[in-house]
């Protein structure tokens, strides 16, 4: 599975968690309000599955990413 594909499957994830409606995710999703609606719980669970699976997050590298596609580029190195 390629590094998009895992991040969405960790948003899809979340949004399952914390009993969001099922959205289409995609790269160009945003990822906040009127986009994928994610929360600051929803973020709090995003940043430690990042960390997680790939050792750092853009979150506590003080970067707040507003599109799917900008948290995938945070990890292109």
Do not use: W
Not at 2 to 21: C, D, F, S, V
Not at 23 to 31: F, P, R
């Amino acid at each position: 599975m390629n590094k998009e594909a895992e991040i969405i499957e960790m948003i899809q994830t979340i949004l399952k968690h914390q009993g969001l409606p099922e959205v289409e995710v995609s790269a160009n999703s945003e990822l906040y309000d009127e986009g994928i609606g994610m929360d600051s719980l929803c973020v709090a669970e995003f940043s430690s599955m990042l960390e997680k699976a790939y050792g750092k997050d853009p979150y506590t590298s003080k970067v707040l990413p507003n599109t799917v596609q900008e948290v995938i580029s945070f990890y292109d190195d």
